[in-house]
């Protein structure tokens, strides 16, 4: 069965740092790319970062560029998020997502995690 | 940016009626030499992730039931829940991925039952 898993989500005071982590299961994680996805409160979904499957090529959002690094560990099956200068608009569930296809960024999303809550506050 | 707008906001349908949300983008998602909308649908209900349910905006999801379908080129989508059942009470969404990636969403459409 494909699995993602998230963790790492947390209450943090503005201008914090948090790092996520999505741990993979039930197919080649290195033919994949892998994006986060964000949902405010009663909102819609933004996609904030995306990482080929071999690393090699990474895309943020403007919301987020120059803050997140998006990262990952084939030998692990593992992609990480690392939230630095976070603010309150970034309070989310934020889920990460398997592209359909493999090789390709150019993607829809075929598995999701259920989510990890990021919750910016002082 | 390209940027996807969904209508309407949200609708109400009987049980067993057709329910029809709309997605338009502000350029074409259409990929000509691969004749290929980059287009998405998918279902998220109250403390889910969404899951797909079409792809190439026309082609459904393994196992997703045969009532849900998506049609459109270009700009204009659509897509129709031939005949609503209580289950597919959810928020909907299309996304893009014709352009940089990670792609971006609608707004979403909220179905429920009148």
């Known amino acids: 069965e494909v699995q993602l898993v998230e963790s790492g989500g947390d209450l943090v005071q503005p201008g914090g740092s948090l790092r996520l982590s999505c741990t993979a299961s039930?197919?080649?994680?290195?033919?994949?790319?892998v994006s986060w996805v964000r949902q405010a409160p009663g909102k819609g979904l933004e996609c904030v970062s995306a990482i080929s499957g071999s690393g090699g090529s990474t895309y943020y959002a403007d919301s987020v560029r120059g803050r997140f690094t998006i990262s990952r560990d084939n030998s692990k099956d593992t992609v990480y998020l690392q939230m630095n200068s976070l603010r309150a608009e970034d309070t989310a569930v934020y889920y990460c997502a398997k592209v359909s296809e493999a090789a390709t960024l150019l993607s829809s999303f075929d598995c999701w995690g259920q989510g990890t809550l990021v919750t910016v506050s002082s | 940016d390209i940027v996807m707008t969904q209508s309407p906001d949200s609708l109400a349908v009987s049980l067993g009626e057709r329910a029809t949300i709309n997605c338009k983008s502000s350029?074409?998602?259409?990929?000509?030499?691969?004749?290929?909308?980059?287009l998405a649908w998918y279902q998220q209900k109250p403390g889910q992730p969404p899951k797909l349910l079409i792809y190439?905006?026309?082609t459904r999801e393994s196992g997703v039931p045969d009532r849900f379908s998506g049609s459109g080129s270009g700009t204009d989508f659509t897509l129709t829940i031939s005949s609503l059942q209580a289950e597919d009470v959810a928020v909907y969404f299309c996304?893009?991925?014709?352009?940089?990636?990670?792609?971006?969403f609608g707004q979403g459409t909220r179905v429920e039952i009148k």
């Open positions: 039930g197919f080649t994680f290195h033919n994949y790319a």
């Open positions: 996304q893009q991925y014709f352009a940089t990636p990670p792609g971006t």
């Open positions: 350029q074409s998602v259409l990929y000509s030499s691969k004749n290929k909308n980059y």
């Open positions: 190439w905006a026309s």
